[in-house]
């Protein structure tokens, strides 16, 4: 017994003192330093003299080394809540970090003709480039996150540039950049005019991307990079009769991101500056799947297949499954499906996998999601309808109860047993009991 204990103590010591050190290693270790350089025909960032062409994402609630493991090198963050170990886990993985820093939106109430607004502001974001830019991990700096959206105060866009130039003084060794949502000329050209500061200016569209043959035009006049990209928006889809929004499936989003990436984004950024997709991990907006390219329980959808595939060339050894298609009463999601309560119907989904692995299927059914959120903006979860199926819910083909009156989804997650998954959901409405 007291043996075990010395063992065990001894152990501790060990791995504290091995993450002393690393600790220690990385507070001692230099900035590398990172830039943006004009080449014939465009621009590309640099970083420890070598071009850096940026394969990333926007990550959260899975670990870094996910990221890595499909061939991504970089990624990056919405604000500086979680810098530290953000960073550090970085650096242990290869990784680099474009770094949100903490500069407000006029939409949430912020007043950029407040100088003392303004000034607080501007001392927190020194602050945190003060804590941060040193560490080997670090790349850029984004001041602010779509500070375009729904504003009004052109002065927004002075304070960008004034706090370019404050970073820039501060740690010459890193670049800066600001988001924008806006794919138009005139967005773009305000920003470069009022903010000339900045080393690039990065845009964040998703259907919108579709755009991009012709918005090269004044986009190339200066450099730039992708720094939010992914599925449809829930914005941007067709909808059914009651204003629903019909969400693609996993397999269809697999896709897209394939033709996303080869067809608008590489032809246009390589070599460049490179891009982030959105969102490697999971959240909830409007559905817990619209956005997630992992499941709750951390399962990879074909989405990530997909971003190894354009990142390294190949495939993962075990891909995601193949979702074909989703019924409920014999309908699909575009065909407005409408219950009545109390009912039962056959909902039926068809899948496959490649390599052949054993699926099991998880249903449930939620409440529509009443959030008129917008820009990502927190949104609640969604509970289940309990007592939703007549029967087994882990088939390819089980029975729902409509449940009382009102607006629904019905969800399909299907598991291939080797950490893959695929969903799908259809958006369906109940009406009250027929006499």
């Known amino acids: 017994m007291t043996l075990e204990v010395k063992k065990r103590s001894r152990a501790t010591k060990v791995a504290a003192s091995v993450f002393i050190s690393l600790a220690a290693a990385l507070s001692l270790a230099q900035a590398v330093p990172v830039e943006v350089l004009a080449f014939e025909g465009g621009y590309t960032l640099v970083r420890e003299g070598k071009p850096y062409f940026v394969r990333g994402a926007g990550v959260a609630g899975v670990g870094l080394e996910t990221l890595a493991k499909r061939g991504g090198n970089s990624v990056r963050t919405w604000g500086i809540e979680e810098a530290q170990s953000t960073l550090d886990e970085a650096a242990r993985h290869g990784l680099t970090v474009a770094m949100g820093l903490p500069v407000a939106a006029e939409r949430f109430g912020f007043d950029y003709d407040d100088a003392e607004s303004i000034a607080k502001q501007r001392a927190n974001v020194r602050d945190a480039v003060l804590k941060y830019k040193d560490h080997p991990a670090l790349l850029a700096w984004i001041i602010g996150n779509e500070l375009d959206m729904s504003f009004t105060n052109h002065r927004v866009y002075d304070e960008v540039n004034e706090l370019s130039r404050m970073i820039h003084e501060l740690d010459p060794n890193h670049v800066t950049t600001t988001t924008i949502t806006a794919l138009d000329r005139e967005t773009v050209e305000l920003v470069r005019e009022r903010a000339p500061d900045l080393d690039f200016v990065s845009i964040q569209a998703y259907g919108a991307l579709a755009l991009m043959p012709k918005a090269i035009a004044y986009l190339s006049e200066g450099p ?21 929004a019909i969400e693609p499936t996993s397999t269809e989003k697999a896709r897209h991101f394939l033709q996303q990436y080869r067809d608008l984004i590489l032809p246009y950024l390589g070599p ?61 999601a575009s065909d407005s499906v409408r219950l009545t309560s109390g009912r039962s119907y056959v909902a039926k989904v068809v899948a496959s996998d490649t390599e052949n692995d054993d699926l099991t299927y998880v249903w449930s059914v939620k409440p529509e999601s009443d959030a008129s ?63």
């Open 272 to 332: 460049g500056l490179g891009s982030y997709a959105f969102l490697w991990g999971h959240k909830q907006e409007r559905t817990h799947t619209w956005f997630s390219l992992f499941t709750e329980s951390g399962a990879t959808t074909g989405a990530v297949d997909a971003l190894e595939l354009v990142w390294t060339g190949r495939l993962p050894v075990n891909q995601a499954p193949v979702l074909e298609s989703i019924s409920l009463a014999r309908r699909s």
């Open 224 to 244: 730039f990079m992708v720094t939010e990209w992914g599925p449809l928006g829930h914005w941007e889809v067709g909808k059914t009769r009651w204003g629903a």
């Open 373 to 435: 959120t917008i820009g990502g903006d927190l949104e609640a979860s969604i509970a289940d309808v309990p007592d939703a199926f007549d029967g087994a819910s882990d088939e390819a083909t089980v029975r729902l109860i409509a449940p009382e009156p009102g607006n629904y989804r019905l969800f399909v997650e299907i598991y291939d047993g080797q950490g893959n998954a695929a969903h799908a959901n259809i958006p369906f409405i109940v009406i009250g009991r027929r006499r």
